[in-house]
């Protein structure tokens, strides 16, 4: 496999339902984010320290949004497939 192949593919695996639905969750992850941002930044933390405590908050909040998100998929997948676990 070339260099050249071996990129196509890895670009080519972006093109999907999965990621479009990721990539959505992750730019409403940036808005919900913010007013934790901004009031940790108001009182005058570092941005190092602010941002760490954001995704961690983050991370509390989208954990199970994800969890749904690629079970959903993972259904999806296996129904196409004819899989019965």
């Known amino acids: ?5 071996a ?14 639905v990721y990539f959505i969750r992750w730019q409403i ?4 984010m ?8 108001s009182m005058g ?9 954001a995704q961690t908050i ?3 909040i989208f954990f199970r949004l994800d969890k749904l998100i690629f079970n ?3 259904s999806i997948k296996k129904r196409k497939h004819g899989s019965t676990d």
């Open 29 to 32: 992850s940036t808005v919900v």
């Open 45 to 53: 933390l570092p941005v190092i320290p602010n941002l760490i405590i």
């Open 72 to 74: 959903f998929f993972d």
């Open 7 to 20: 990129c196509w593919l890895f670009i080519k695996s972006y093109f999907s339902k999965l990621y479009a």
């Open 34 to 41: 913010m007013p934790f941002m901004y009031v940790l930044d």
């Open 58 to 60: 983050g991370s509390i």
């Open 1 to 5: 496999m070339t260099i050249i192949n």
